[in-house]
Nanobody, 120 residues
Framework: QVQLAESGGGLVQAGGSLRLSCAAS????????MGWFRQTPGNERELVAV???????NYADSVKGRFTISRDNAKNTVYLQMNSLKPEDTAVYYC??????????????WGQGTQVTVSS
């Protein structure tokens, strides 16, 4: 059973930074694609950042240049560094794993989500 546990969400002012962490229950972060989705009420989950098992990264246009996804294989942990945050980044952020593509809301494994709120 794969478990993903997010941490690091919270309230931040516009222009500020947050770092989200996702700890996996198994040694998998270097074996499958890992990513971060976000969701606002009434909207579909949006994949904003993905890191492949080979280490390549890809980002949604809305976060490109501001967000950075990375991983620590030894800690089975994936990170999302979010800089220059905007109020429109406010959402529940979910860690996910599996077959991930920017533009697709699908994933095989999900974390429970962590709230990020950016105040103006």
């Amino acid at each position: 059973q794969v478990q993903l546990a997010e941490s690091g969400g919270g309230l931040v002012q516009a222009g500020g930074s947050l770092r989200l962490s996702c700890a996996a229950s198994r040694n998998m972060v270097s074996m499958v694609a890992m990513g971060w989705f976000r969701q606002t009420p009434g909207n579909e989950r949006e994949l904003v950042a993905v890191i492949t098992h080979g280490g390549s990264t890809n980002y949604a246009d809305s976060v490109k240049g501001r967000f950075t996804i990375s991983r620590d294989n030894a800690k089975n942990t994936v990170y999302l560094q979010m800089n220059s945050l905007k109020p429109e980044d406010t959402a529940v952020y979910y860690c996910a794993a599996g077959t991930l593509y920017i533009g697709s809301p699908e994933a095989q494994y999900w974390g429970q989500g962590t709230q990020v709120t950016v105040s103006s």
